[in-house]
C-alpha cells in the first residue's frame, strides 16, 4: 500500500495564511449543500432578487432550476451586458513546459505519463509570443506543469518580462507559490492568477493526488488569497467539473470566489469552467461529467451570482457551445489554442505533448469572426495601464 503523506499537511517552506477562515467556510458550505431540497419557489425567488446570496445562487444550481434555463439566461443576458456591454475578451494559452512533479490521475501532465516532455527556452519563448502576437492578440495566459525544477519561479518570471514586450495583459496558470513569489512575478509583468482547486471535497482530492506539492489542499485552496496579497491584480477559480459532485463543486467554486471578493473588494474576480476531457492513461474519475445543458446551468448561476465576474469559456468545448453563451453571459474566449509546448509558430511543430484533448480549434481570426457574426464586439484587451 503506498504510504502518504497527510493531504491536509502544509510542507515546511509553504506559506500559511494563519488569519484567514475562507477555507472552514467553504468546506462546511459544500459539506451542508444538500441541492435536492430546493424547490421551483425557491428557484422563482433568486430568479426574482437584484441581489443574490449564497442561498440564491444553491437554489439556481439545484436540478429545481433546469426546467427554468431560458430564463436564467434571460437574467444572466442582462446583467452581463449591463455590466460589459456586447465586448468578448480575446486571449490564448502558451505552455512553456509540460514536466511535473506531480502524479494527478486525470492529468495528461503526469509524472506517471509517457509523453514527451519539452521546455521552451527564452528565444523560443520569444519566437512563440512574436508569433501569436501577430495574429493581434494583446492578452497571453502562460503556462507549466508543477515543477519547481524544470519551470522555476525564476524562469517563470522570465517568461513574463518577455510577455510584457508583446502583450498588455499576462496571466499566469502555474503552481501555487508563496504571496513574495507572487509579488516577484507581479513585478516581472504578471496581472493575474488562475488556479483550478480541481476538487473541493477533500477525500475526493486527497484520492486524486497521490503524490507531489500539490497533494496539499489547504496550500492550493488558499492560492487566490496569498496572490492577492502579493499584489495580483485579479485571480480566477475554477472546478474541473467531474472529477466529483459537479453541482457542490460548482456551489464550493462560487462561495470561494463570493467570499474572497468580500474580503479583498478591489481584487477582480473570474471563473473558468472546465469539464473534464479524455488525457492519456487517464484513470477513472468520480463523476459524472455535466452534459452542456448542465454546464451552461452552471456558467448562468456565476453570472447571477457575481455580475461584475468575469467567466471564460475553454475549448474543452464545442465552438458552437461556446459561440452559444459569449454574450449571454461568459465574457472571455480562447482562440488559436495549443495545449502542447510549442507550435503557435507557422509551420513548426509542437516539441511536447499536450495536457488534453481540446474540441474548439479555430484560429484567430475564426473565433474573432464569430464573435462579430453574433453582433458581438471582439477586445483584445480590457485593461489600460497609465
Known amino acids: 500500500m503506498l504510504n502518504r503523506t497527510d493531504h491536509m499537511a502544509y510542507l515546511p517552506d509553504m506559506e500559511i495564511l494563519k488569519d484567514s477562515t475562507i477555507m472552514e467556510d467553504v468546506v462546511a458550505h459544500r459539506r451542508d449543500y444538500d441541492y435536492h431540497r430546493y424547490t421551483v419557489d425557491d428557484v422563482r425567488m433568486a430568479l426574482s432578487k437584484e441581489n443574490r446570496t449564497l442561498d440564491d445562487f444553491a437554489a439556481l444550481l439545484s436540478p429545481a432550476a433546469m426546467p427554468f434555463l431560458e430564463e436564467l439566461a434571460g437574467k444572466a443576458q ?7 456591454g456586447n465586448s468578448i475578451y480575446m486571449f490564448t494559452p502558451l505552455y512553456l513546459a509540460n514536466y511535473c512533479e506531480n502524479s494527478c490521475v486525470y492529468c495528461g501532465f503526469s509524472r506517471c505519463s509517457k509523453i514527451r516532455r519539452a521546455r521552451l527556452n527564452a528565444e523560443e519563448i520569444e519566437k512563440e509570443m512574436r ?24 524562469y517563470i518570471g522570465e517568461a513574463c518580462t518577455i510577455a510584457r514586450c508583446f502583450f498588455k495583459m499576462v496571466g499566469l496558470e502555474i503552481y ?42 489547504p496550500y492550493r ?12 491584480r485579479g485571480v480566477g477559480f475554477g472546478a474541473l467539473l467531474g472529477l466529483d459532485d459537479f453541482r457542490k463543486d460548482a456551489f464550493a467554486t462560487g462561495a470561494h470566489a463570493w467570499l474572497l471578493q ?12 472546465p469539464r473534464l476531457r479524455p488525457v492519456a492513461n487517464q484513470a477513472q474519475a468520480g463523476g459524472p461529467v455535466p452534459h452542456e445543458a448542465e454546464l451552461l446551468q452552471v456558467i448562468l448561476a456565476y453570472r447571477l451570482l457575481l455580475p461584475f465576474a468575469g467567466i471564460t469559456i475553454s475549448t474543452r468545448e464545442r465552438a458552437h457551445f461556446r459561440d452559444h453563451v459569449i454574450g449571454i453571459a461568459a465574457t472571455k474566449i480562447s482562440a488559436g489554442v495549443s495545449t502542447g509546448i510549442g507550435g503557435h509558430q507557422k509551420c ?22 464569430a464573435i462579430k457574426e453574433r453582433g458581438l464586439q471582439p477586445v483584445m484587451n480590457d485593461y489600460v495601464y497609465a
Request: glycine share 6%; with cysteine.
Open 221 to 232: 485552496f488558499n492560492t487566490q488569497e496569498r496572490a492577492l496579497r502579493g499584489g495580483m
Open 348 to 369: 513548426k511543430q509542437e516539441i511536447g505533448d499536450d495536457q488534453f484533448e481540446i474540441a474548439d480549434t479555430r484560429s484567430v481570426n475564426e473565433v474573432y469572426s
Open 78 to 84: 442582462e446583467s452581463t451586458k449591463k455590466h460589459f
Open 176 to 217: 501555487p507559490v508563496n504571496a513574495r513569489e507572487y509579488a516577484y512575478l507581479r513585478s516581472c509583468g504578471a496581472d493575474y492568477v488562475t488556479v483550478f482547486q480541481e476538487t473541493y471535497d477533500s477525500d475526493t482530492y486527497e484520492t486524486l493526488h497521490p503524490d507531489g506539492r500539490k497533494r496539499v489542499f
Open 262 to 273: 468580500r474580503k479583498y473588494p478591489q481584487a477582480e474576480i473570474s471563473f473558468s469552467c
Open 131 to 154: 508569433s501569436i502576437a501577430a495574429s493581434g492578440l494583446e492578452e497571453i495566459l502562460l503556462l507549466t506543469g508543477e515543477s519547481w525544477k524544470m519551470s522555476g519561479v525564476e
